[in-house]
């Protein structure tokens, strides 16, 4: 499984970016997709997750900016951020998540940076 995450950029605030994280496509119809950062000196932190069912979640200092989306059929996970503030400054990474015959898999995607300037 590989994961390319793509989309990071300089923004000001109230502005938006479109996040994509393009996999190999293992798996990827069962597999929960999720999104983390990590802000400079700080740990990981998660982001939004969407599910093979196309639930969705958010932390909630992004809920009502930023939206998950999947499209299986381009094996691809999206974030889109508006209204982005510099607290959102940070090296968004995505995740993916499966299950097979009860083993678990995590795979990571190298990570695009984000950048809010105030």
């Known amino acids: 499984v590989q994961l390319q995450a793509s989309g990071g950029g300089l923004v000001q605030a109230g502005g938006s970016l479109r996040l994509s994280c393009a996999t190999s496509?293992?798996?990827?119809?069962?597999?929960?997709m999720a999104w983390f950062r990590q802000a400079p000196g700080k740990e990981r932190e998660w982001v939004a997750t969407?599910?093979?069912?196309?639930?969705?979640n958010y932390r909630d200092s992004v809920q009502g900016r930023f939206t998950i989306s999947r499209d299986n059929s381009k094996n691809t996970v999206y974030l889109q951020m508006n209204n982005l503030k510099p607290e959102d400054t940070a090296v968004y990474y995505c995740?993916?998540?499966?299950?097979?015959?009860?083993?678990?898999?995590?795979?990571w995607g190298k990570g695009t940076l984000v950048t809010v300037s105030s």
């Open positions: 969407i599910t093979f069912g196309d639930s969705t």
């Open positions: 496509g293992a798996w990827f119809r069962i597999s929960n």
């Open positions: 995740n993916q998540q499966y299950t097979l015959a009860t083993q678990p898999h995590s795979y």
